[in-house]
């Protein structure tokens, strides 16, 4: 491997389309270059965190909401955050100018910085690692939003700290291979309890399900607050519907009238099949992602 800096554009050099302009601890690099040090808290402790936003038309799509999430995370495992809001939007933006992106997804990592050798215990005297990818946008068939995708039952079997978006993402990632290896879309997750085996999330997105009546959304008991989730809920309140918030129970599913997936980049996503049990793609789904739409486009006219 060669460690001269070559920039490329994206796309610009046969094989080289998914290399692009990352930006590490204040200098922007190319993403084959070896910049992360090998004793990275994050690369030996997956002691860190990131975030995933859209990037769309010049904006980065509800970014204050994503960075105020990854501060406050930060803020409770005592990890430096770096740079502001201002600062990460500018840098994101030079980025997707440098790549010629116009839409894209912008990937956020905060690490607990570089050791001199590896060791369990960090030193309070240490600079963070910051990492900002901005790089294009995962592709999806777009008929899946028309035609709704199928989920299948996994365990949860994370951590105590899924309320934050830390890097150790190991079952998240065999979770939704298993989903992906059988045909589905995404895996749904569930823990239990006494009363029985009740949803948590994705591997990487949010949940919610209407049951005719109201929207029931599991409550925020170590899961993600996806920034997708408060702004559907808060769109559906704002269309008169009833949102309640709390354990859905699996037994439960076959009750429900609409599964609805939702994540930054998922947006609000229609789920017609979970397991072998088939669901209807409904009202309450086309209207939530109509509304959101709108939502986004408005959020861009105001950048
Ligand atoms: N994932 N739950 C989990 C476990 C997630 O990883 C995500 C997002 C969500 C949805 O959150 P939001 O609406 O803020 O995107 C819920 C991102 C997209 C990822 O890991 O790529």
Same mark, same amino acid.
């Given at each position: 491997?060669?460690?001269?800096?070559?920039?490329?554009?994206?796309?610009?050099?046969?094989?080289?389309?998914?290399?692009?302009?990352?930006?590490?601890?204040?200098?922007?690099?190319?993403?084959?270059?070896?910049?992360?040090?090998?004793?990275?808290?994050?690369?030996?402790?997956?002691?860190?965190?990131?975030? /995933?936003?859209?990037?769309?038309?010049?904006?980065? @799509? #509800?970014? *204050?909401?994503?960075?105020?999430?990854?501060? &406050?995370?930060? $803020?409770?495992?005592?990890?430096?955050?770096?740079?502001?809001?201002?600062?990460?939007?500018?840098?994101?933006?030079?980025?997707?100018?440098?790549?010629?992106?116009?839409?894209?997804?912008?990937?956020?990592?905060?690490?607990?910085?570089?050791?001199?050798?590896?060791?369990?215990?960090?030193?309070?005297?240490?600079?963070?690692?910051?990492?900002?990818?901005?790089?294009?946008?995962?592709?999806?068939?777009?008929?899946?939003?028309?035609?709704?995708?199928?989920?299948?039952?996994?365990?949860?079997?994370?951590?105590?700290?899924?309320?934050?978006?830390?890097?150790?993402?190991?079952?998240?990632?065999?979770?939704?291979?298993?989903?992906?290896?059988?045909?589905?879309?995404?895996?749904?997750?569930?823990?239990?309890?006494?009363?029985?085996?009740? /949803?948590?999330?994705?591997?990487?997105?949010?949940? @919610? #399900?209407? *049951?005719?009546?109201?929207?029931?959304?599991? &409550?925020?008991? $170590?899961?993600?607050?996806?920034?997708?989730?408060?702004?559907?809920?808060?769109?559906?309140?704002?269309?008169?519907?009833?949102?309640?918030?709390?354990?859905?129970?699996?037994?439960?599913?076959?009750?429900?009238?609409?599964?609805?997936?939702?994540?930054?980049?998922?947006?609000?996503?229609?789920?017609?099949?979970?397991?072998?049990?088939?669901?209807?793609?409904?009202?309450?789904?086309?209207?939530?992602?109509?509304?959101?739409?709108?939502?986004?486009?408005?959020?861009?006219?105001?950048?």
């Amino acid at each position: 491997m060669s460690d001269k800096i070559h920039f490329v554009t994206v796309g610009s050099q046969k094989g080289d389309e998914n290399r692009v302009h990352i930006f590490v601890n204040g200098k922007i690099l190319d993403s084959e270059s070896p910049v992360i040090k090998v004793f990275d808290r994050g690369m030996v402790f997956g002691d860190g965190l990131y975030d /995933v936003i859209k990037f769309q038309d010049g904006n980065f @799509i #509800f970014l *204050d909401d994503h960075i105020e999430r990854m501060k &406050k995370s930060a $803020n409770f495992f005592g990890i430096k955050f770096p740079y502001n809001l201002e600062k990460i939007f500018e840098i994101g933006l030079e980025l997707a100018t440098m790549n010629g992106l116009k839409e894209g997804e912008l990937y956020l990592q905060l690490t607990r910085g570089v050791d001199v050798i590896r060791d369990h215990i960090f030193d309070d005297d240490y600079e963070p690692t910051f990492v900002e990818i901005v790089q294009p946008v995962r592709k999806m068939n777009p008929e899946i939003w028309q035609v709704g995708a199928k989920v299948l039952l996994h365990p949860d079997l994370r951590h105590q700290f899924c309320e934050h978006k830390t890097t150790d993402l190991l079952p998240n990632i065999l979770a939704k291979k298993y989903a992906r290896s059988k045909g589905a879309y995404e895996a749904l997750m569930f823990r239990e309890d006494e009363r029985g085996k009740y /949803v948590t999330e994705g591997a990487s997105s949010s949940y @919610i #399900f209407f *049951d005719g009546k109201k929207i029931i959304a599991p &409550k925020i008991e $170590n899961i993600l607050p996806g920034i997708t989730r408060i702004k559907v809920l808060g769109l559906a309140k704002e269309m008169g519907i009833e949102v309640e918030e709390r354990r859905v129970y699996l037994d439960e599913l076959l009750k429900m009238k609409e599964i609805i997936l939702l994540s930054t980049l998922s947006r609000v996503l229609p789920i017609v099949e979970v397991e072998n049990f088939k669901f209807k793609k409904g009202e309450i789904a086309s209207k939530l992602g109509i509304a959101f739409k709108d939502l986004l486009s408005s959020h861009l006219e105001v950048k």
